[in-house]
């Protein structure tokens, strides 16, 4: 049995900066994130550990520095949660920023705005938080259920499905052949890479383990784009979740995670589905262009590495 790694997977660099200014701002004091800094277990337990509390509410916060997470927040909440005495860090991704500037200038030109993304996502609630009118559709039945504007501005929650995304804007045009649909893509390269890098190694396994947080939405994405190419895909948090009945009469394995996901999970995964498989002397493969873009701590030493071009 051979695994086959997608050529971009796991943490985005905005997961991990968010991450390293969260460990250095508690080192230099008491600090609580107000939300998850991102949608995965085992970052939340490492972060707990360093004593960094996490509150869902401003009201539950008793440190004097607050931290937003890489999902980002409105400018309302920021000036409310400023107004509160409160030091805010803001570890919002700088593609979220993007993502909000793009919402902001939509609304400016007159634009009713519409987001594909999921209505209750921490970022979806910061990207509309300073609109008083708008709309969130994800699903088919989301684009009916929408009046008519002259003009309709869509952008998108970072971590959706580009696809799916393209669907709804196409949904939303055919729908409203009278009014001028302008659509800003905001899905980060991030997502896109990992999605893309996804469907190529899908395509090629007979299993596909996917790792990442229950609550990810982009792992959740990665899951079901994984799931239109391949008939066995697994989503784990973490290696305790590998079953060994998964691998049976697997050929190759795939591998992919989510933005949220650390590096040492994603192995220790790896780990454990090579020895629930006949160890083929560990061949790992990755998918094209992986040699200038695969993981740092990919264990490449472990036994041949393939680059297919
Ligand atoms: S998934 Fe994209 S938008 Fe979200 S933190 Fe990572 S790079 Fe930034």
């Known amino acids: 049995m051979r695994i086959l790694r997608a050529a971009h997977l796991g ?28 949608h995965n277990p085992t970052v939340l337990s490492a972060l707990e550990a ?16 607050v931290m937003v997470t890489a999902h980002g927040t409105s400018e309302r909440t920021l000036a409310r949660t400023r107004g509160l005495g409160l030091t805010v860090v803001e570890a919002t991704c700088p593609l979220v920023h993007v993502a909000h500037r793009a919402v902001t200038a939509l609304a400016r030109d007159g634009y009713h705005v519409v987001i594909v993304g999921q209505r209750d996502h921490v970022e979806v609630r910061g990207l509309t938080g300073d609109l008083d009118r708008f709309d969130v559709v994800l699903e088919d039945d989301d684009v009916l259920a929408l009046e008519e504007h002259p003009r309709l501005g869509v952008a998108a929650q970072t971590t959706q499905s580009v696809e799916k995304v393209r669907h709804v804007v ?32 899908a395509r090629q396994a007979d299993v596909v383990v996917v790792v990442g947080g229950r609550s ?3 792992t959740r994405e990665l899951v079901k784009t994984c799931a239109r190419y391949c008939a066995r895909v697994h989503h784990v948090q973490t290696e305790a979740d590998v079953r060994p009945e998964w691998f049976e009469a697997a050929a190759v394995v795939g591998l992919t995670a989510g933005t949220s996901t650390p590096d ?9 589905i090579r020895l629930r498989a006949d160890a083929t002397a560990g061949q790992v493969r990755f998918c094209a262009d992986a040699s200038a873009s695969a993981p740092a701590t990919a264990d490449r030493s472990a036994g041949q590495v393939e680059v297919l071009r």
């Open 11 to 38: 943490m985005c660099f905005g997961v991990r900066d968010a991450i390293a200014l969260a460990l250095e701002h508690a080192d230099a004091g008491p600090l609580t994130i107000l939300g998850d800094l991102v």
């Open 264 to 272: 040492a999970v994603i192995n220790r995964v790896e780990a454990r």
């Open 216 to 218: 990810s939405n982009n």
């Open 170 to 201: 196409d949904l939303i045009r055919r729908r409203f052949p009278q009014s001028e649909v302008r659509f800003v893509d905001t899905v980060c390269k991030p997502t896109k890479q990992r999605q893309s890098a996804a469907v190529e190694m």
């Open 50 to 65: 360093k004593g960094i509390a996490v509150a869902q509410d401003i009201s539950h916060v008793k440190t004097p520095t």
